[in-house]
């Protein structure tokens, strides 16, 4: 490994574990924050439906736990060798190693084949992208299961950049599992598969794929007793069974509409983020993993609990497009409009619930601007990969490599 991407995790390490030891309770504070953690990926709850687990209880009877019951199974381990206490040394640990794994996982893509023939940034700045990203950092102290996914997804797409085909294919139904709209990736991640190998091989690998997360769905039937926890979970986010304030923008409008009328907009809004796979897949056959990217980033402000964690794995990956960075022209606008939302988005939180001098319109209106300068970055990098296909590859201006 390279001594400067050596450096960078070391700090990533650092940064985290001195902040956990430092403020042992910061994990309960930004676990109550609704731009860090949402229903899906609270560790709060998930310990909630590990104690009803443990006492032979179905964690989906309470209707407090919606979570995948893979992620009940892990915890059991922790309870078996460790402590699940999230201030506990392997809680701690656990959670940092998978932020230094996403972290090295992204240099192996930007380093892959994919890229032979584009400029690219150096790896130690790939990895620090994600490792010293405030996101990413929040993301974990707060103990989020969305943590987990995001190393799982980020491990199936350098496996399959490396052309190992079956360890992605097993990495994707896991993270699918987990996190229902990675689903949407299976379209572009087939089309990657047989960009690396053939369709022989990528046929194969969706089998692999099908065929694992059956075995996790059987999985869950066995370890909680019943298929409730389909219901639970996946149909929890489906049919969009908590009002809880987040960044995204299903709350306010289902909270100021008439019952009679919250199942048609629930599956326009769901029709809403998938619409978007089959096409950008198809336009972008030449570019799988950029398709990839562009569906994160829309279903990180279009999914109906979307967090902080999902922005930074999509930025991240944005990154590894250096190449269109000549071609994007609202980077800075893009930038501002996030960070003033992300900035302001906790005030905002404040004043409606705690202080009770603003409404839910304060906080509503500050997750329109957050979703406006996402959107502005989707549109921008897609307008810009459509710009260097057109032009055959080349970029227009010539790039310098950062060192």
Request: with cysteine.
């Amino acid at each position: 490994m390279d001594l400067k991407i050596f450096a960078v995790m070391v700090a990533g390490a650092a940064i985290r574990l001195s902040l956990s030891l430092l403020f042992p309770s910061l994990h309960a504070v930004l676990d109550q924050r609704v731009e860090i953690t949402t229903t899906m990926t609270s560790f709060k709850q998930l310990r909630e439906g590990f104690f009803l687990y443990n006492l032979g209880v179905s964690p989906y009877d309470g209707g407090v736990y919606h979570q995948a019951p893979a992620l009940l199974y892990i915890f059991e381990q922790f309870e078996k060798y460790g402590s699940t206490a999230p201030e506990s040394c392997s809680i701690m640990l656990f959670y940092c190693i998978l932020d230094l794994m996403a972290g090295y996982y992204l240099y192996k893509i930007s380093k892959s084949s994919v890229f032979a023939k584009t400029t690219q940034l150096k790896g130690w700045i790939i990895t620090s992208i994600y490792v010293l990203n405030p996101l990413v950092i929040v993301t974990g102290l707060a103990r989020s299961t969305a943590v987990l996914s995001n190393t799982i997804l980020l491990g199936a797409i350098a496996y399959a950049t490396t052309n190992t085909l079956l360890f992605s294919a097993i990495f994707l139904a896991l993270a699918s599992h987990i996190n229902f709209y990675m689903c949407y990736l299976v379209p572009p991640m087939l089309v990657l598969w047989t960009t690396m190998s053939n369709k022989y091989f990528s046929t194969i690998a969706l089998t692999v794929y099908i065929a694992v997360f059956g075995m996790l769905a059987l999985g869950g039937y066995y370890m909680t007793g019943s298929w409730q926890y389909i219901q639970s979970s996946y149909g929890y986010i489906l049919f969009f069974g908590d009002l809880v304030p987040n960044m995204g923008l299903w709350w306010y409008f289902f909270m100021e509409m008439f019952d009679f009328f919250r199942p048609l907009f629930t599956y326009v809004f769901q029709l809403y983020s998938l619409i978007y796979v089959l096409p950008i897949t198809i336009r972008l056959h030449k570019q799988p993993l950029f398709a990839m990217t562009t569906i994160l980033g829309i279903t990180a402000i279009s999914k109906p609990y979307p967090e902080m964690g999902d922005l930074a794995v999509y930025i991240s990956l944005l990154s590894v497009f250096y190449y269109l960075f000549p071609n994007i022209r609202y980077v800075l606008l893009s930038a501002f409009v996030v960070l003033h939302s992300l900035v302001l988005a906790p005030s905002f939180y404040h004043l409606w619930i705690y202080l009770g001098s603003g409404n839910a319109n304060f906080f509503y209106a500050i997750t329109l601007v957050y979703t406006v300068g996402v959107s502005i970055t989707i549109a921008d990098s897609l307008r810009a990969m459509l710009r260097v296909e057109f032009d055959g590859g080349e970029n227009p201006s010539k790039m310098v490599v950062l060192m």
